[in-house]
Each structure stands twice: as C-alpha cells, then as structure tokens.
C-alpha cells in the first residue's frame, strides 16, 4: 500500500469539470488499494464526501503542500502544479505527471482573441510548463496513442528516451502510458425530468441534441448552430442544448457571446437551440443526456484537434447515445471505425445537417448505432482506463534515469519565475497594461475577485 497524493488545478465540488472528474475517479480507484489524498489548489466545496481525503491548498501556501508531499510516497498531478508548487521539482518522492491535455497546443487555439504579445506569451508559458514536467518527472499519462508519439518526441528532445530508460524498457511503457479519459462503469438511470417538457420551447416528444460540456474557442459550434436551425424549418421537433457555457474554473471565452448572438441572429435563441447559462451538476447531468436522442461535438480543423480528445464524448459513451462529430481527432476515428454514429467534416453546414436528420431520424441506423455504442462503452469504464496508473503505483519506482537529484534532469534555462504571488502579478499588469490597455486589466482583476468568491 502507497500513500498517494493527487492534486488538480480545478475545482473540487458538485460541479466539476473534465479535470476535477479525472482526478476524483483517480483518486477513487487508487483508494481502493492505498492511502489517497486528493488536493485543489483552486475550491474545494463545503460538504462534498468522498472516500479518500480532500485538501484546498492554494499557489503559494508551499508549508501546507509540503506537509503533503512529505507523507506521501507517490505524488500525481495535472496541469501547472509543477510551477505552482516548487518542492515538485526537487522532491525524491516519485512524481506522475498527468498531461492528458496538451496545453500548449490548446493556447494556440484560446490565445488568438488576445493581442500577440499576450498570445505569444500564454503558449510559451504553456510550453515551458509542460516541459518542465517532462524533464522532471518519473511517469507520464497521455490520453490516446496519438498523444503518445507526440510526448514521445517531446521526451527525446529533452532527453528522456536514454540507455538509461530504454535498457529495460524498450517500449517505454515505464515511462509513458495511455491512460484515457473514463466513464462510470454503472449504467445511468433516469431520475428525474429536466429538459423534455421542462425547459420552456422544449417538448415531451422532441428529438434532443445535447453538447455535453463547454464552449471553449477551438470548438466551432456556430456550424452547429447554423445546421440546427436549417433543420428545425423542416424538422421542428429538432432542439440543441449546450449543457454548460460557464466552465466553473476558466473565464468565459469569446466563442460563448458568438454562439448567442448568432441563434439570435437566425431566430434560433429558446427556439431551436438552447444555452444552459451556467454548469449542470456533476451528479445531475445523466437526467439531461438521457432526454437526448444523440451527441454532438463540432470543432474546427487545426493541430489541437489532431491531438485532442474529447472527454464529452465519454458521457455519450455512458449514456448509449448515437453522435455526430467533426472528423480529425482520435475519437473521430473510433465512431467511424466502430459504427458508433456519423463524422462530416469540418465547418460543412449542409454535411452536418443531413449527418444529424439521419442520426434522429433513421431509426435502423440509430438501433445499430446504439447497440455499437453498448460495446465499445466497456472499454472505457474507469476501471479500465485507468489500470495503467493502478498498476504504477503498485509497483512504483523512479524513472530509470532519476540519479537522486531531480535537478539533473531539468532542463537548461528553465525559468523560476512563480506563476503567482505579488511580484507575478505585477508582471502580468504590466503586460496586459502596455499591451491591451487599461480595460484589460481591469477585466482580469474582476475575474481574479470573481473565482476567488
């Protein structure tokens, strides 16, 4: 038995993004053999139970984490905690760094609606997280085979991928796993209404199309929305509803007014297309995909979507929906090879269109997909997905390549600068101030105040 660590950069509570999802089922099935502790460094919401222990431990508060990390035996984390928490980089305790979401690629894609000065410096400090984490730390989870030969070309450049690794690990399977994302392996059931019949413009018998998270800028749903309300004039039974606009950790993105002003725009707003203005429980989004006849996941044609994966579509997994999605990702690939519904390409209005009457409405094709999504479901239960980490810990030992300082791997030059604090701050409101104005930095002040309510 191993005394685990986890910690998340989301917020921990009854609603809970993809983050925060990954970590709490990690930290579940960990908990079934060791000691787990899973910790935020954002919120941790009052009253949530769970069968490990939770901790909030703010950027900064490096006494509190350090606590932690000296119990802990094996410590995993996501996204900027590495740079948050700076015992990461040196401590001998075995380190997991979970990169499932390659951020740097995902900055490419949220950072153009700022000015290029800031764009430019939110892929670099992107990058030169995640690479700080690669050279740093003892094993990797990634979400698909694609990621993984991305990560690995990562890892050689920085010289991970070494006689020392190699020798005995020709596979580097000890260094760098597929651990995607997962679903529940207990079927949902419908407790109550939520959305036929319920939400105004939406009728008992209406054929739903649910987005089951997000909007975010490397999605594209005004295709989707411009597809949907050509369908409605013919199929008026046709409705879309956007499960969340307001990820309960991230300021809104631009793509989120957009998508309101254009179904305004094509009398489509509360008609044929609705918004779900803030996030559904975690507990409670079963009810809404289960009023759904299918899922769907648009987005645009760049290399983000060439490495992404999808996590929503795991909750249509789940809820044995058929789906249309944009081809070009690693999820893409399974619903075509896997009959699991139908892929259009990207930014095609009229291919999404017909893709989605024939996913409502053709009810032979819809029983055939329904029933392959029955048996590629499986596959994906946390139990499964996430049995690489299980085993890991297990079994948990340095990366062949660890000499007992974690310095030696680091790479050179790599910034110490903290990504928080007094002096970070001021930095950044210097930046904004010189390179979008004074609006900026007031805005980024607000949402500062608004996630830390």
Request: glycine share 6%; net charge negative.
């Amino acid at each position: 038995m191993s005394r685990v660590v986890i910690l998340t950069g989301d917020p921990i509570g009854r609603k809970m993004a993809g983050p925060a999802i990954r970590s709490w089922n990690m930290a579940t099935e960990l908990a079934k053999e060791n000691e787990v502790a899973l910790v935020t460094s954002t919120s941790l919401e009052d009253g949530v139970e769970a069968p490990f222990a939770l901790h909030q431990v703010r950027p900064g508060e490096n006494d509190a984490f350090g606590a932690l990390e000296r119990w802990a035996d094996v410590i995993v984390f996501q996204g900027h905690g590495m740079s948050q928490f700076p015992v990461l980089r040196t401590t001998d305790r075995i380190v997991v760094a979970d990169i499932y979401d390659p951020m740097h690629l995902e900055m490419l894609e949220q950072g153009r609606e700022q000015p290029r000065a800031t764009w430019n410096l939110q892929v670099t400090k992107a990058r030169d997280a995640l690479n700080e984490q690669l050279a740093l730390a003892d094993f990797f989870l990634c979400a698909s085979e694609r990621q993984r030969l991305f990560y690995l070309g990562h890892l050689a450049s920085l010289g991970r991928i070494n006689p020392a690794t190699y020798e005995s690990d020709p596979h580097l399977a000890r260094l760098i796993d597929v651990v995607p994302f997962g679903l529940s392996s207990t079927k949902p059931v419908h407790t109550k209404d939520v959305l036929r019949g319920v939400l105004p413009g939406i009728g008992a018998d209406d054929r739903v199309l649910i987005w089951g998270g997000g909007l975010y800028s490397w999605f594209d749903p005004k295709t989707l929305i411009r597809a949907v309300a050509n369908l409605a004039k013919r199929r008026p039974e046709v409705k879309l509803f956007f499960l969340g606009t307001r990820h309960p950790g991230v300021a809104e993105m631009g793509i989120v007014k957009e998508s309101f002003d254009l179904a305004r725009d094509l009398d489509a707003l509360d008609a044929s297309v609705f918004f779900n203005e803030t996030w559904v429980q975690f507990a409670d989004r079963h009810n809404f995909l289960l009023e759904s006849a299918a899922g769907v996941s648009t987005h645009m044609s760049h290399v983000e979507t060439t490495f992404a994966f999808r996590t929503r579509i795991l909750d249509y997994l789940w809820a044995n929906l058929p789906m249309v999605v944009t081809e070009g990702d690693s999820f893409a690939e399974l619903v075509d090879a896997e009959g699991l519904g139908l892929t259009v390409p990207a930014e095609d209005v009229a291919a999404l269109e017909a893709a989605l009457e024939k996913t409502l409405f053709d009810e032979a094709f819809v029983l055939q997909a329904r029933a392959n999504v029955e048996r590629v479901r499986e596959q994906f239960t946390w139990e499964n997905t996430l049995a690489p980490l299980v085993a890991f810990v297990r079994d948990a030992r340095h990366a062949a390549d660890y000499t007992g300082d974690r310095r030696d791997l680091a790479p050179r030059g790599a910034s110490s600068r903290k990504p928080y604090g007094l002096a970070h701050d001021l930095r950044m409101a210097w930046h904004h101030l010189v390179n979008a104005g004074p609006g900026a930095v007031l805005s980024r002040v607000r949402g500062r105040l608004t996630r830390r309510r």
